[in-house]
């Protein structure tokens, strides 16, 4: 996955490529300082999202550049913190798929980035840079060991990664996972224990009186 960041404050720029690459998905990041070197390139097409901060927002000149040159993917503005409230209206009528504002912190531009980029899909979760869901396959990928899953299983598992960080109910499990059936409790926490004893530890915490949900730690 290539994002296109065109950010001149090289501190910052370093502190989000930085972050993202630390956080759950390695990501290629094309980082330039200055816009001159957008009109440089040939083609965009191969970019899964654009960052970009430029002097002149309200100018769609970059958008026509960009979308001209093949690059249809999403476009996330980065503006200073000194910016005229009025070029709101502006930018909302050129449709940028998502604004930020300076000083946000890493965090928050992460996920954001990883919503447009839909990192978050139904069909593939990435809980560090080398380990993820493939639900298709009912296969997680541990570094380079594959752990197939049985079907309640993957189920069991795609619907925690999918309300990560929030937690699952009981209720929430048996209508996803067991679909026409009643489960007992007790049958729901035995593909817990099933699930748990094939994936790497800790990866699916008990929520006292709530239910379940997946931990999201880079360190696994």
């Known amino acids: 996955m ?3 960041l065109l950010e ?3 501190v910052l720029a370093m502190d989000m490529i930085r972050y993202l690459n630390e956080c759950r998905l390695k990501m290629e990041i094309h980082w330039l300082e200055k816009e001159e070197e957008l009109t440089q390139m040939e083609s965009f097409a191969d970019y899964s999202l654009f960052v970009l901060n430029l002097s002149k927002p309200t100018n769609p000149c970059t ?13 996330m503005l980065i503006l200073e913190a000194g910016i005229d409230r009025s ?15 300076k000083n946000f912190l890493p965090e928050e531009i992460t996920f954001k980035i990883y919503k447009l980029c839909d990192v978050w899909n139904d069909d ?19 570094k380079k060991e594959e752990i197939y899953l049985g079907k309640k299983e993957a189920l069991l598992l795609r619907i ?22 009643i489960p007992s409790e007790e049958r729901i926490r ?12 800790p990866l699916i915490e008990c929520i006292k009186g709530e239910g379940y949900r997946a931990i999201m730690c880079s360190s696994i």
């Open 2 to 4: 290539r994002i296109l």
């Open 8 to 10: 001149p404050d090289g």
């Open 63 to 75: 958008m026509k550049l960009i979308r001209s040159r093949g690059g249809y993917a999403p476009l």
């Open 87 to 101: 070029a709101f209206k502006t930018l909302y009528y050129l449709s940028y798929d998502d604004i930020m504002v």
């Open 124 to 142: 593939l979760f990435f809980i560090s840079n080398h380990v993820y869901f493939d639900f298709r396959k009912s296969r997680f990928c541990n």
């Open 160 to 181: 925690l990664l999918l309300k990560a960080p929030h937690s699952v109910s009981h209720e929430e499990i048996a209508c996803f996972v067991y679909s026409d059936e």
């Open 190 to 201: 035995s593909l817990v224990r099933q699930l748990r004893s094939k994936l790497p530890s």
